[in-house]
């Protein structure tokens, strides 16, 4: 059975979380925090979450992971069939990843661990982050999905960055990404809808408190 390492707080976790969930495939959730210690590199060579675990071995990098299940198990198509509606699905993914979700971690330990982020970094991650949506805006399709009428794996990036994102927006840069950007609050609130959320979000509070221990600990 396919394995996946990580935490229920990780957004990059739960994206491929709600994939498997999605395509009702049976998987066992192993609980890893990452790290740079030996046994942690051995499963993730850069230490960092989610892993899967399969028959083969284990599988890092989100955009990866996803690509992988596609390819290999059965259940709901989160990938158009065509070449080219793939290509267009992870373009949007990789974009919302780079332009969106990498600038917008660079200011978490200020929205969410209430620790202060540098000046410089901060109207680094305001131009980036007014780039990523601008991005957004003019390549999504919003249909009511974000590559289309389908559900795909670019949505799944989109829901897991994309709120985390505005949260970094309104808590620390004084901007509202979602202002005139009704599309994306549409599609934000469609997902959050999704039967499968209930469980994502319960778990996520269920392993809050761990994280936040070994967040504290300073502990791998
Ligand atoms: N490029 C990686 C990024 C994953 C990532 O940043 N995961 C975070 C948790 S959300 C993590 O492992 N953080 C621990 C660390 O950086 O040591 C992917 O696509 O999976």
């Known amino acids: 059975m396919l394995k996946l390492h990580g935490f229920a707080v990780s957004n990059y976790y739960n994206m491929v979380k ?3 969930l999605e395509k009702g ?5 192993v609980l890893f925090f990452g ?5 942690a590199l051995k499963v993730s060579p850069r230490g960092k979450i989610p892993v899967l675990e399969t028959e083969h071995g284990f599988i890092s990098e989100t955009g990866v992971i996803l690509d992988y299940i596609e390819q290999t198990q059965p259940g709901k198509a989160l990938l158009p069939a065509d070449a080219f509606g793939q290509a267009k699905v992870r373009e949007l993914l990789k974009e919302i990843e780079l332009y969106i979700e990498l600038p917008a971690r660079t200011c978490y330990a200020e929205a969410f661990f209430g620790t202060a982020v540098e000046p410089l970094i901060k109207e680094r991650a305001r131009a980036d982050l007014l ?13 009511p999905y974000v590559a289309g009428e389908q559900l795909s794996i670019a949505d799944l990036m989109f829901c897991f960055s994309v709120d985390l994102a505005c949260l970094v927006g309104k808590k ?4 509202d990404f979602l202002a005139d ?16 959320m209930a ?5 996520k509070e269920a392993t809050m408190p761990a994280f936040l221990e070994m967040i504290k ?3 791998r």
Not at 35 to 39: I, K
Not at 187 to 196: A, F, I, V
Request: net charge positive.
């Open 25 to 29: 495939l049976a998987f066992e959730e």
């Open 131 to 143: 780039a990523g949506f601008a991005t957004l805006k003019r390549n999504g399709r919003f249909a």
């Open 217 to 219: 600990s300073g502990k």
């Open 172 to 175: 620390v840069l004084n901007l």
């Open 35 to 39: 790290g740079q210690s030996p046994q």
């Open 18 to 20: 709600l994939a498997l």
């Open 181 to 196: 950007f009704p599309q994306a609050a549409a599609l934000l609130e469609t997902l959050r809808q999704n039967p499968h």
């Open 199 to 203: 469980q994502i979000v319960a778990d």
